[in-house]
């Protein structure tokens, strides 16, 4: 604190310095010498800019001068509010010209009709008259197509798991195959993916082995999280997946700083920030979102809107159109697809992808794809909604089974195969699992270490403290912890 605060006092007084007393911010007079923070804050700042210059109240501190210029995105904006500019009467206010109207008018807080949600398949595989989406090849469409295949016995088994107490808790991605499989084919490694907690299929496809899932649900000595996060909490340094977290939405507002990063750094890459629909009623939906578009950072948000936040309808969330029109709200180009078609989330995200990476500008995705399972196996769905109508969704608009009945018409797929593929997949998770319980778990000093180089006396300690604990009531704790 007492470090903060005299690097604030020196930055009061160092924007005291470059005021005049008539309130005119000087550029001039920064330089290396009266600059107490280096000249990182005023390298690259242009020589023209060197001159007084007004100071009003919403131009950046100096300390902020190396923010980068406008990108594409920011110059459309300012062409759309200089659209305005041939009308003599209108309002040059912060921001661009609003025109002026002698009618008083009301935005309507709905649209006539609601915003169409983008797909290339129907139910039965085909594709719809008119469609365009990106063209994939046999190899990418069966890599699809068995990751799809493989979260599904993932989730069946790893969800039978839990409820014989082998593991403590679990969450399907039942219904949402679709958005895991394809958005990760969409994307390219280098791109940084902050998951909510249901997009296993992203680290799937980016080689996260079976046995790396499994590892992590019974947290072994095996598991990159060294046993310390929840089941399902996945994370991955190498595949470019950071840590599940369960606070919800947290990952938002971070997401659009890390995209900034990627922008100062000038990387070919993009930001992947997932979010459920239950998320978007939390404020860092909104900060990130505004964050995002405000310093024009290349982050795709993709919000999974299935229907049910937990047991809280959308019904009850929001009263708008669901989650596409928030990002127009925000400056935000958006657009909602149909979840639970492959080949509309590909192409979406793809395009997106582009956008992010090539304009320097966020995007929002919203798909739309029900969830069949269960929230987690702390729920049951059947108390808040009708089974009829989770049988309609599982069984008519099922997104495995209308991607099996697209690439068996492409001439890629057959019945021999398919059951080939599920009796190969359902051994490989098998298998897995029980290599996984067998493995012994991360030894007792694991719980205190990786967060202070030398550990202090208090967490010394309490490390003491449990061990004697232990040797005490060894019939209390489970068997199989290293000591």
Same mark, same amino acid.
């Given at each position: 604190?007492?470090?903060?605060?005299?690097?604030?006092?020196?930055?009061?007084?160092?924007?005291?310095?470059?005021?005049?007393?008539?309130?005119?911010?000087?550029? +001039?007079?920064?330089?290396?010498?009266?600059?107490?923070? +280096?000249?990182?804050?005023?390298?690259?700042?242009?020589?023209?800019?060197?001159?007084?210059?007004? &100071?009003?109240?919403?131009?950046? #501190?100096?300390?902020?001068?190396?923010?980068?210029?406008?990108?594409?995105?920011?110059?459309?904006?300012?062409? #759309?509010?200089?659209?305005?500019?041939?009308?003599?009467?209108?309002?040059?206010?912060?921001?661009?010209?609003?025109?002026?109207?002698?009618?008083?008018?009301?935005?309507?807080?709905?649209?006539?009709?609601?915003?169409?949600?983008?797909?290339?398949?129907?139910?039965?595989?085909?594709?719809?008259?008119?469609?365009?989406?990106?063209?994939?090849?046999?190899?990418?469409?069966?890599?699809?197509?068995? +990751?799809?295949?493989?979260?599904?016995?993932?989730?069946?088994?790893?969800?039978?798991?839990?409820?014989?107490?082998?593991?403590?808790?679990?969450?399907?991605?039942?219904?949402?195959?679709?958005?895991?499989?394809?958005?990760?084919?969409?994307?390219?490694?280098?791109?940084?993916?902050?998951?909510?907690?249901?997009?296993?299929?992203?680290?799937?496809?980016?080689?996260?082995?079976?046995?790396? &899932?499994?590892?992590?649900?019974? +947290?072994?000595?095996?598991?990159?999280?060294?046993?310390?996060?929840?089941?399902?909490?996945?994370?991955?340094?190498?595949?470019?997946?950071?840590?599940?977290?369960?606070?919800?939405?947290?990952?938002?507002?971070?997401?659009?700083?890390?995209?900034?990063?990627?922008?100062?750094?000038?990387?070919?890459?993009?930001?992947?920030?997932?979010?459920?629909?239950?998320?978007?009623?939390?404020?860092?939906?909104?900060?990130?979102?505004? &964050?995002?578009?405000?310093?024009?950072?290349?982050?795709? &948000?993709?919000?999974?809107?299935?229907?049910?936040?937990?047991?809280?309808?959308?019904?009850?969330?929001?009263?708008?159109?669901?989650?596409?029109?928030?990002?127009?709200?925000?400056?935000?180009?958006?657009?909602?697809?149909?979840?639970?078609?492959?080949?509309?989330?590909?192409?979406?995200?793809?395009?997106?992808?582009?956008?992010?990476?090539?304009?320097?500008?966020?995007?929002?995705?919203?798909?739309?794809?029900?969830?069949?399972?269960?929230?987690?196996?702390?729920?049951?769905?059947?108390?808040?909604?009708?089974?009829?109508?989770?049988?309609?969704?599982?069984?008519?608009?099922?997104?495995?089974?209308?991607?099996?009945?697209?690439?068996?018409?492409?001439?890629?797929?057959?019945?021999?195969?398919?059951?080939?593929?599920?009796?190969?997949?359902?051994?490989?998770? #098998?298998?897995?699992?029980?290599?996984?319980?067998?493995?012994?778990?991360?030894?007792?000093?694991?719980?205190?270490?990786?967060?202070?180089?030398?550990?202090?006396?208090?967490?010394?300690?309490?490390?003491?403290?449990?061990?004697?604990?232990?040797?005490?009531?060894?019939?209390?704790?489970?068997?199989?912890?290293?000591?």
């Amino acid at each position: 604190m007492a470090m903060w605060s005299t690097r604030s006092k020196a930055i009061g007084n160092y924007v005291k310095r470059c005021v005049c007393s008539n309130g005119r911010f000087m550029a +001039g007079l920064v330089d290396h010498q009266s600059n107490p923070f +280096g000249s990182s804050l005023t390298s690259g700042v242009a020589e023209t800019s060197r001159h007084p210059r007004p &100071f009003p109240c919403n131009m950046a #501190l100096p300390f902020l001068v190396r923010r980068f210029e406008s990108t594409l995105a920011g110059k459309q904006l300012e062409l #759309l509010h200089a659209s305005d500019a041939d009308d003599d009467q209108a309002l040059d206010f912060p921001g661009g010209k609003v025109t002026y109207t002698p009618e008083m008018k009301f935005i309507w807080e709905n649209y006539e009709k609601r915003v169409p949600c983008y797909r290339v398949l129907d139910e039965n595989g085909d594709q719809i008259m008119g469609s365009n989406f990106k063209e994939i090849s046999k190899e990418v469409a069966l890599k699809m197509y068995n +990751g799809m295949v493989t979260l599904q016995f993932m989730d069946t088994i790893f969800y039978e798991a839990q409820r014989q107490g082998r593991i403590s808790f679990y969450m399907t991605t039942i219904g949402e195959e679709a958005i895991n499989i394809a958005s990760a084919a969409a994307l390219s490694d280098g791109d940084l993916v902050l998951p909510q907690y249901r997009e296993p299929g992203v680290l799937l496809w980016r080689g996260f082995t079976l046995q790396d &899932f499994a590892n992590q649900c019974f +947290g072994n000595k095996d598991d990159g999280g060294k046993g310390r996060q929840m089941p399902v909490h996945y994370g991955s340094k190498k595949h470019n997946y950071l840590t599940v977290s369960s606070p919800i939405a947290t990952q938002l507002p971070q997401a659009a700083g890390i995209a900034y990063s990627l922008k100062m750094d000038k990387k070919d890459a993009c930001v992947v920030a997932f979010i459920g629909d239950g998320g978007t009623s939390e404020g860092d939906f909104h900060a990130g979102l505004n &964050f995002a578009a405000v310093m024009e950072a290349p982050v795709i &948000f993709l919000c999974r809107n299935n229907g049910w936040a937990i047991s809280t309808h959308i019904s009850e969330q929001f009263r708008s159109d669901g989650i596409v029109v928030k990002g127009q709200a925000y400056g935000i180009r958006s657009i909602r697809v149909d979840g639970s078609d492959a080949l509309a989330v590909y192409t979406a995200i793809h395009t997106a992808r582009e956008m992010a990476v090539s304009e320097q500008r966020p995007v929002l995705v919203e798909t739309l794809a029900y969830r069949i399972g269960h929230h987690s196996t702390s729920d049951d769905s059947t108390k808040y909604r009708p089974l009829d109508e989770i049988e309609y969704w599982k069984m008519a608009r099922n997104p495995v089974n209308r991607f099996r009945r697209w690439i068996e018409k492409e001439g890629w797929w057959s019945e021999k195969e398919e059951s080939e593929l599920r009796s190969s997949i359902k051994k490989q998770v #098998l298998q897995a699992i029980q290599v996984a319980e067998r493995t012994e778990k991360p030894p007792i000093a694991e719980l205190f270490s990786d967060v202070y180089d030398q550990p202090p006396d208090n967490l010394q300690e309490q490390e003491k403290e449990l061990r004697e604990t232990i040797n005490k009531y060894p019939q209390d704790y489970p068997s199989g912890f290293p000591l």
